[in-house]
Structure formats: C-alpha cells, structure tokens
C-alpha cells in the first residue's frame, strides 16, 4: 500500500446555517483501497463526498486529492482533476432519452478526440467489463433492471479510464442477490483496473465483505476509522450501535468465495 493517502480530510468544518455536520474531522483514502463511508442518517456522509468531487466546499479544513489541495484548484486544473475520477451516483443518473451505449459515447466525444470506431471499440470494451450483455447497449434506461442500471452507470463511470471511483449507495435498491453480485463486481475491478474505490453505503454486508477500511461519522465527527477488525475493537456507543447485532467478520469474504 502507498504510504501517501489519495485522499486526504484534513480538520473538515462543515455547517449549513447553525447546523454543524461535521466538526474538524480527518479522514485519508490511500491508493487500491475499497474505502467506505459509513454512518446513521443525517450524519454528514453525502455531504462529505460531495465536498471530496468538487460539488460542495466545506466552511474550513483542507482537503487533496491526488495531492492536490482542492481549494486552491484554477478551473482547469478543477477540471482535469475531475477527469481523473468517475462518480456513480446513487440514481444512475443517465440520460433516459439515450441508450446504453449513448450515455457512455458521450462521454468521449465530449472529453476525448477519438475516431468513431475506436469509441464503438472502448463502449463495447467497457459494456462487457462490467458484465453486461452486448446488446444493452442499445437498451434505454426504462428498459433496463435496477441492477442492470447500475452496471451501465458504473461502465459510464470508468469510460475515461479513473484512477478513482466513487460510489453513493451502489447498492441501495437491489435485492440481496444482485448486491452480493455488484458487491464481487466492484471488488474484481479495484484489482483489474487498480482502482481505489471510496463509497458511502449503509449495506453491512458490503461492509463485511469487500470494504478495506472506512471511517464511520457519526455526532459532527468521524467517530472512527479503519478496517472493521480494528473499528470493532474500539469501545463507543455510536460503533456498538451501528453494529449491532452483527458477529460477522472479514472472513465472510471467504464465504461469498471473494478472495482477500
Ligand atoms: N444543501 C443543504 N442545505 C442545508 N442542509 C443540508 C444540505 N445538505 C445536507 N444538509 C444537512 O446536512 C446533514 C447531513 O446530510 P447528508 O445528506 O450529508 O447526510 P447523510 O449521512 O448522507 O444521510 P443519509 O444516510 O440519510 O443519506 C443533514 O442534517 C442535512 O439536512
Ligand atoms: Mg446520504
């Protein structure tokens, strides 16, 4: 592992009005890690990563990516660090008037002054890495299942070919099955693709089974961070209650046949 962090939240003040959400917390994301994001409703989880992808500012701290201090970005160096990564959000959010195949041509025609075929090559390329059939390409996001949206979202997501991937909830509204599946997926690119990969779920099962470390917010802080063997060794309230009633461990990986 890279001794430097990615990603790295240095003493993070963030408040809506008199509404404080985060109260100098620190946070670091280090290269090839499956990092997650984790914590009760309203604790400031959405916030963060949307302050992590340029989205939100926070009223203090400092926070880099890729070493660089994101505050201080001129709107081309903003925008080619924005290049760098691909966010999934939680919806999918792709355009339902295009196919498949559009949403992820867009991409390039927009950033990239690649030849036509070779678009048609790179859609095809990364419709098939995330495990979809060819023909979803031509598919429009009405026609396509809850899990299926996702994959196409994720294939837009790595079009530009990120060094870093971040996911809102990817596994939110799939059933247990499709998840576990989406979950494998993930976990298989971060080694194919050497991806660090930083989301914000609520799935303890994600959490078991693929996530490296994460930092749990909770109470205007990161309450914790870490991998879930050393987080579970911490005695807080807020760590007993989050993960309550669990005893499963890391080696649930080797259940779900994911090796570690
Ligand atoms: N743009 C905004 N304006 C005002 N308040 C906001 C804004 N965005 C977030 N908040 C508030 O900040 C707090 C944290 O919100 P956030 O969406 O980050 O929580 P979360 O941890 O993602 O919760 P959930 O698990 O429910 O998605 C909430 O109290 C929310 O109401
Ligand atoms: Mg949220």
């Not at 100098?24 to 949307?50: P, Q």
């Not at 990120?162 to 809102?168: I, N, V």
Request: proline letters at 4%; a negative charge; charged letters at 15%.
């Amino acid at each position: 592992m890279n001794t430097q962090p990615i990603i790295q939240v240095q003493n993070v003040v963030t408040a809506f009005g008199s509404t404080v959400v985060h109260d100098r917390i620190n946070c670091s994301i280090f290269e090839h890690e499956i990092y997650a994001l984790i914590g009760g409703s309203g604790s400031g989880k959405s916030t963060l990563l949307r302050e992590l992808i340029l989205l939100q500012r926070p009223l203090s701290g400092t926070i880099t990516v890729f070493g660089q201090n994101i505050d201080t970005l001129t709107p081309k160096d903003a925008q080619q660090l924005r290049q760098k990564w691909g966010v999934l959000f939680q919806s999918g959010a792709l355009f339902s008037s295009l196919s498949v195949g559009q949403n992820i041509e867009l991409l390039y025609r927009e950033y990239t002054d690649l030849p036509t075929n070779l678009i048609n090559e790179l859609v095809k390329l990364k419709i098939d890495i995330v495990g979809l059939p060819a023909h979803a390409r031509y598919l429009y996001p009405s026609q396509l299942s809850g899990g299926m949206i996702k994959r196409a979202a994720l294939a837009r997501a790595l079009a530009l070919d990120p060094k870093l991937l971040f996911l809102d909830e990817p596994t939110s509204g799939l059933d247990p099955f499709s998840a576990r599946q989406f979950d494998t997926l993930i976990y298989q690119l971060r080694d194919l693709l050497g991806l660090t990969v930083v989301m914000v779920t609520h799935d303890l099962d994600t959490i078991y089974h693929i996530v490296d470390r994460f930092a749990l917010l909770g109470e205007t802080k990161v309450v914790a961070e870490g991998s879930l063997n050393e987080v579970l060794a911490i005695n807080h309230p807020l760590i007993k209650y989050f993960f309550q009633s669990t005893t499963q461990t890391s080696h649930q990986k080797e259940i779900h046949g994911i090796q570690s």
